[in-house]
Each structure stands twice: as structure tokens, then as C-alpha cells.
């Protein structure tokens, strides 16, 4: 349904992050530390894979969830490159990503699927013709799925690459692909939807249907995850100042315990 759609992508999903910051890294710290290789094997085959998946599907629901599933595994590396600037961007990309996917899930289930009853991305050709306030909203929406600057999701992402990064720069190249990736199956998406020719489902009898653009409702509903993104990608001080000082303190806290193991190793 729907709003379970919304409820996985927004808040259900960010649950692994919050167990990652809340749990793994305070209390796992070696562990943290050593087994940081691995995780990153799993985050790049994750994002590498998905990614194929994604660009194969046809159902516009199935491939926004897909392509979560990239994302997830970008700001996952980002929090296990065990370096500031990859901690905060992981926060900052799973924040980003809390508003973009629930605002495309209710563009393809609460607003195409309500009026056509259809979710196959070959019969949305052209939608702009019948919708064209909509196809502004999910073009905003669409730039920052593919992490395109002035949005948060790529001030997210940078980070997060950035931290990988610093942390091995042969993964760091692998996990890039996610840029070149995300931007396909984004722009494939908003293509065929949006462009593409005759809006198939408009057609009924040899007679145009005429369905009403988005209505005061579903405008209210779309515009804070349309705006905000781009808000705060514009001027992200405030999100960053606000996990600044935690973020730190996990570092400081892996200083420590690797200063501790390594003074035990000496005999001190």
C-alpha cells in the first residue's frame, strides 16, 4: 500500500542507520574498525546490483524501491568509512533520502496510480501533456534521486564518497558508480513518464480523457518534500552544525579505544 510505501521508505529504513550510530559503533568499536573492508565489499556489491536491477525494471514503484535500496547502501559506506566527513554525510544522505522517496512514491501510487490505475512505466508516455504542474514537482524530485547539486542528497552524497574516499580509494571508485548509475535509471524514469509521445492512457474510444492536474491536496502533501531538499542542499549549515558535535564524539571515542588496545599491546 501506499502509505506503507512512505512509512518504509521515511522512517523504517533509516532504522539500520539509527542501529549503526546507536548501536554497532558505541559498542562494537574494534569490530567497527576491522571489519570496515567488508562492509564496504557488501555496500558496493549492494549498490552495483541494485543499480542493474533497477535500470531492468519496468514498474515505476519497483524501481523508486530499488533504487532506496542504492542509496542505503551508499550512506551505509559513508557511516563505515570511520572519518568525519563520511559520519555526516551518511546522516545527511539518509535524512535527504527520507524526503525524496516518499515525495516519488506518492507521485507513481497516490497521484498515477489513483487516476490510471496502472504502474507500468511504457504507458505514462507523455504525461507532461496531462499533467504538467506534476511533471515540474517529480522533475525537482527526480534531480534529487540522482543526487544533482542544490539538493540535499548530494551534499549527502558527496560526503559520504568523500569519506570512502579517504578511506580506500579503489572502493571509493567502485562506490562512484552509484552517481553514474543513479543518474540512469532517474533520468530513464522521468523520460519515459514525462516524454516520449502520446500519453497512452489519455486515449479511451478514439477520445481524449481529460484528468484534472494535481489538486490542492496532494499539492500540500508534495510541496515541504519537494522544497526542503533543495532548501537545505542550498544552505545545509544547519543540519550539519546539529550532528557536528555527536559525530566528533564517535570519533574521539575510536581514538580512544584504539589508543587503549594498542597501549595494552606495549604493555602499558
Partial sequence: PLGGSIILAAIVLKLSLYGVLRLILPVLPKA????????????????????????????????????????????????????????????????????????????????????????????????????PLLSVLFFILCLGNCGAPLTLNFVGEFMSLYGVFERSSLFGVFASSSIVFSAAYTIYMYQRISFGGQFILATKNDELEIEPDINERECIVLLPLVVLPVVLG?????????????CSGLLYMFDMSYLFDFNKYRGI
Fill in 32 to 131: 567497527f574498525m576491522v571489519y570496515t573492508y567488508i562492509v564496504f565489499i557488501i555496500g558496493v556489491i549492494t549498490i552495483i546490483y541494485a543499480s542493474i536491477s533497477t535500470l531492468r525494471t519496468i514498474d515505476v514503484k519497483e524501481l523508486i524501491a530499488y533504487s532506496s535500496v542504492s542509496h542505503a547502501a551508499v550512506y551505509l559506506i559513508g557511516i563505515f568509512s570511520n572519518s568525519l566527513q563520511g559520519i555526516e554525510g551518511g546522516i545527511s544522505l539518509g535524512l535527504a533520502h527520507g524526503f525524496i522517496s516518499p515525495g516519488l512514491f506518492i507521485v507513481a501510487g497516490g497521484v498515477l496510480y489513483d487516476r490510471y490505475h496502472t504502474r507500468l512505466i511504457s504507458f505514462y508516455n507523455g504525461m507532461t501533456q496531462q499533467l
Fill in 234 to 246: 542550498i544552505y545545509s549549515v544547519p543540519i550539519l552544525d546539529a550532528i557536528h558535535y555527536s
